[in-house]
Every structure is written in structure tokens, then in C-alpha cells.
């Protein structure tokens, strides 16, 4: 694993950190490490895919060694050329918003006894769910704690608004310091303590319990699209996706020489660093560095973050919680700077880059770009018309470099031919289809108490009432409220996708709607510890204050405890075994240039899985259900699907004969036994047919056959 990491770590600094260095700085005005090396890995991984798309479209090829290693070193040069042409980037650096009033006894009395539920559901004095399989959480609040602590919450923050009617305005730019000034050495510590923490539990469960293998289930699609863009510079037929990620992953084991199964155990982890230093930065800029850490620590809490790497959703995990975080970020930048192209370029850049890198991210950002443009757009105008025309010029090229990269990934052309003609249609279009109404949303107290992680989720409700009072009482001025109006709006947008089975997503949508929460919580947790050093003179209200930031700091310590641990634990998926990995291993060395066809199973990631160990892309297997049942078939339609499983189901036959030899198959894969326990017997019959196919390799795990003459067979 070390040889591994010295291999790879430098090289993916070379490609996901250093070209976008300089337009960081050319682009963003900042005084903070982190937000550099947060927008400048942004900013690599929106440019460096971007340019790799220019030869494998224009030539049709595959990311080369050659172009491996250009396009990085062109990304850095034109970057490092702007910047000295241009220079920094100029505007303000300081926190753009001031945190709002301390709320008062009542209010603060209400949160408790909500938070104190959410103690007493961890102590397990009140009625929970167990979790199985456990994967962030073992348990989580019943239903009618869920609502009752909802309630108390939701009062509190009601009683709150009501109560802070008459605090006047604060001055904007300036940041809450507890007591005394803090000291240069906790606010260096700070920060890099919660990066470890993400790191720990990114790093801990595949050393202890995976390695030299990782935990997920999702690598092996990708380890395939990386595999074909670095051949073939195009992901179809295999699935319908979007390049980025995966041809950022195959520059990677271009230089590093590493393949893309290699690289996932080592740098896989590493990509639970991003939501912790995008949120940091996002926070920080609203309201300062202390919000900023506190929204850090919560991405070591949230549920769908871990869910994401675990289930090895990678592109998925940094596009919606990395990518769309720092856009939301250049955002707010549009509405506090003066108007400047450098705004615009950012904006477009680090927005676009989400539709290069993952579907669903895709839908959040239409929508919200879509929003954004019909009412901020025409309000700045008519207020602030230079600021009106940079937002709307943002949107602009952001759609265009939208479109451009999803031209060839989603086929408009051919879903536009779709809309204006019932004879035409698209895979994307069916691709649609076959999702909408299929995935039935999560569970309110699931939602809330796994995918968020509950202290996220009680006060994330409670920041949102504090950002509701501050815009209800006009303390806010534009730059402000607009701010506050596209978090709301964000987290609104994911709270009701993860509602509806007809956004086709609906868990995916309540994975990602732990990001904005954890940006409220960030600025609850830090207003409730402000709470004890305000000017309270009462014994009670003093008390009430010490029970709220005691409450409130045990319940977010409990869970990060909780999290960690269970990331240190060994992996609840489906995970690899030696004998399948010896099975894979000896398929890749045997890939003469044909197919394989693989056993199905009840869902289709061990063919996948054999794919990527062989170096193969063709001939997914699905269980006859799955293919009645479509959500997630490739865009060859199930045709090759229906081919594989009647070859499975008839290993002799003149059909079984031909489609073999349509297919160009070299080797049957048969699976006996499965990770998960699953017992299958498609090998029992080709076993049985030894005239039929030659035995090739056998272990515990897996048979592999090859047909013999196919014309004699028949």
C-alpha cells in the first residue's frame, strides 16, 4: 500500500492540484490556504478533463501517455501566462455576512429539549430503528421521536425570529470571537485536525479490513470507463456518462502507471478530504473561519458522504459535494464583488465542470441555474445592473459550456429529435424513462437521522430559522440576502427531490441534502456557542446557555465517535475475495480481444466486476428481472442482455451456438459462490458439457470455460 501511495500521490497532485494553481489565484481573491488549494483542485479537475476531450474528439483516440502528460502542463502554463499577465485577483476576503443574534432563554430552552431527545435515542432510552446493513449509523430516532424533535426545533427557531424583531443590524465583515481573541495556534490546528479526522475515516476500514482490495461495489464501472478512455477516448456502449471523472482517473494511471483497480485503494479515501475543505470554505466566506471549521467537522458526520465512498459512487460523491459546493461559493462571489470577467470565468468553469463529471449533480444545477437566472438575475438588474449583467453572463457561458460537454455524453441532438418527434428517440430519453417513478424515496427518520446524521439535521433546521430571521427582518444587506436565498434555495431543492420517486433519484437528491444542512449546523453550532458569551446577567439564562452548548457538544462528539468507528469497522458491501481476484487476474492475462460472458447475479456488479479485473467492456449480465424491470441498463439496450442470460440458462443449443459466435466469446465466467454469500449454479451445467467447453480455470469461487469448436458443437 505505501509502494502504491508514493507512487500515485505525487502524480495526482501534478494533475488534480498544480494546473490549476494560478488560475485559482488569477480568479478568486483570497487570504486562506485552504480556499486556494480548494478552488485550485476545482479548478484541475474542471480544465484538465476539459482539454483532454479536444484530442479524443477531434482524433478519436485515447488519453495517451503524450496526452496524459500535455494536458496538465498546458492547463498549469496558460494558467501561470494569465497570472502574470493579469495578476491576482482583487475584492473582498473578509466574511461577507455577520452571525446572527445569540437566540434567548425560551429559544434556547426549546432546542435543548429537542437535541436532549436526540441524546436520549442515542442512549437508546427512546424508541429507534436498527440499521441493517450497518453502513454510517446502527440506528436511528423512530418516526414519532423524529416528529417530535422536528417540533421543538422547529419552535425554537420560531420563537427565535420572533424574539431577535428588534436587534438591530450588525455591522457587516466582522466575525464572531469567543471571549479573548483566538490565538494564531488554534486557528492553524484547527482546520488540519479535521482533515485528519476525514482522512481517518476515509483510510481506516480499507487498512485495517480491505486492503490490498477497497470497499464499494461501484469501482469496477469505473474502473472500466477509465480503462475505455484511456483505449477508446469515450465511455458508450458501456453506460451513458459523463468523462470527467474518468478521464481525470485515467491521466492519473497513465503517469503513475498504476491501473484504475490499483488506484482506488489508495486515493479513493483521500476524496473524503474535499466535502471537509469545501464546506470550510463556503462557511467561511458567509460568516468566517469559525463557521468554516464547524461546517469541516460536520462532513465527518454526514451519512450520505460516507454512504457515497463506501458504495464507491466516486464521481457521484465529488461532483455533488465538492464541485457544486465551490460553485455555490463563486456564486455568492458574483453577488459580493464588483463585476469582473474573473467572477464570470469562475463561475462558468467550476458550474460546467459538474455536468462534465456526473448526471444527477447535473439535474441540481439546471434547476438551480434556472431559478437563479429567473429571479436574481432580472432583481439585480434593475438594482445593480453591472452585477445583473456579470450573473447573467455567468449563467450564459456556463450553459453553453454545459451543453457543449453534454452534447456527445447525453445525445441532444438526438433528444431534442425526440421531443419534436414521436418516431425519433435517444438513449438518454429511455435512459430517463427507465428511471423516473422507479426508486422509492428514503424514510423521513432514515433520511434525517442516517443519510444526515442527526446533529446535522437538528441543527441544520435551527440554522435555517436563524438565516429566515435575519432576511425577515431586513438585517441583511443585498449581497447578504442573496446569499442566504441560494442556500435556502439549494437545500429546499434537494429536501424535495428526496420526496419524490419522480425525479427518478430521490435517495441521491437526500444523500447530497447533507451538504447545505451542514452549512446551517456550521452556523448554529458556532451562534449557540456565542450564546455563553453574551450578556446574560440571570443565573437561569446563564445556566440554559451552559445546558444548550453542553447538549449541543455532546451530541455532535457522540456522533463524530460513532462515525469514525464505524468506518474503522470492516466493509458491509460486497466485497472482493483472493479466489475471484486470481479469477480476474488470469482472464487479463489471457485477453486475447474477445468477450467473455459472466454469470448473473441479483444485481449486475459482479459482471462488472470481472469486466474490470479482465480489461473488458462488453456483455453486462442481468437477471431476467432487472432486464424487465429496467433502471439501470447500458445504452445497447437489453438485447446483449437477453443473449448472455439465455446462454446462461441453455448452455447447449444451435441459438446458444450462434450468439456465442456473434459475440466473439472467448471464455464463460461462472460464479459458484458469491461475497455476499450468494450460492449459484449456472456452473453446474457447462460443467457438465465437458465436450462443449474446455475448462480453463477453476477455483472455489469461479469456473471459467471456453467454448470449443462452436460448428462441431452444433
Known sequence: MLYDLIRAVPVAILVCLLPGWFWARL?????????????????????????????????????????????????????????????????????IATLPPSPGTPALSLLIAGLALGLGVV??????LPIEPLVTVGFVPELGVVIAILVLVGFAGVVHVVESRQVPAAPTGRTFEPGAKPIALARRLALPAVLVLALWRGYAGPALH???????????????????????????????????????????????????????????????????????????RLWGWECGVAAALSSVLLGGTYYYYNDAMYPNFVTSQFLMVLAVAALVGVYVSAP?????????????????????????????????G?????????????????LFLSLALLGLLSVFYAWDTYDLGGAVAGLLSSSESSSTGDAISMAVGTQIPYPLEFLLGNMVSQPVAWLGLFGVFLVAGELLWRRTDRPQALAYLTLLLWALLLFVGSRMSLTGFPQRFGRDLCVPLAVFAALAFVVILRSLSGQRKEMVAVFVASLAVLTAATLVGVRT????????????????????WAAGEWLKANNEGGNVMISPHINQVPSRMMLAMGNYSALQSFERWQIEHPRDLPPTGPEPLEDVLWVMTHPEGERTNRLLEKHDVDYVVLYKEM?????LDYWKGFKALPDLYRKTFENEDVLIVAPRDRASAG
Not at 442512549?123 to 429507534?128: D, E, H, K, Q
Not at 432583481?379 to 449583467?389: A, N
Not at 461475497?675 to 450460492?679: A, G, H
Request: charged share 10%; aromatic share 10%; glycine share 8%.
Open 561 to 580: 465517535v460513532g462515525s469514525l468507528q464505524v468506518a474503522s469497522g470492516p466493509s458491509v458491501q460486497m466485497t472482493m475475495t483472493p479466489e475471484i
Open 210 to 284: 480491505d486492503w490490498p482490495f477497497i470497499r464499494g461495489v461501484d469501482h469496477y464501472s469505473h474502473a472500466v470507463m477509465a480503462h475505455l478512455m484511456m483505449t477508446e477516448g469515450e465511455i458508450e456502449p458501456y453506460l451513458i456518462y459523463p468523462p470527467g471523472f474518468h478521464a481525470t482517473t485515467a491521466t492519473i494511471s497513465r503517469l503513475s502507471g498504476l491501473e484504475p483497480l490499483e488506484l482506488f485503494p489508495v486515493l479513493a479515501p483521500a476524496l473524503l478530504l474535499l466535502p471537509a475543505i469545501a464546506l470550510y470554505v463556503l462557511a467561511r
Open 27 to 95: 480568479l478568486r481573491a483570497s487570504s486562506d490556504l485552504y480556499e486556494q488549494l480548494a478552488f485550485s483542485i476545482a479548478l484541475s479537475m474542471a480544465l484538465v478533463p476539459a482539454t483532454l476531450l479536444v484530442p479524443t474528439r477531434l482524433f478519436g483516440e485515447g488519453i495517451t501517455l503524450g496526452a496524459a502528460i500535455a494536458a496538465p502542463l498546458v492547463v498549469f502554463l496558460v494558467g501561470l501566462a494569465a497570472y502574470l499577465r493579469f495578476g491576482p485577483a482583487k475584492g473582498p476576503v473578509a466574511p
Open 675 to 679: 461475497p455476499d454469500r450468494v450460492i
Open 340 to 372: 469582473s470577467a474573473r467572477g464570470v470565468l469562475l463561475l462558468a468553469f467550476l458550474g460546467s465542470s459538474v455536468v462534465l463529471y456526473h448526471q444527477v449533480a447535473s439535474m441540481y444545477l439546471a434547476v438551480m441555474v434556472a431559478l437563479v
Open 123 to 128: 442512549a437508546g432510552v427512546l424508541p429507534r
Open 374 to 390: 429567473l429571479f436574481f438575475v432580472p432583481y439585480l438588474y434593475l438594482r445593480d445592473r453591472p452585477k445583473g449583467v456579470a
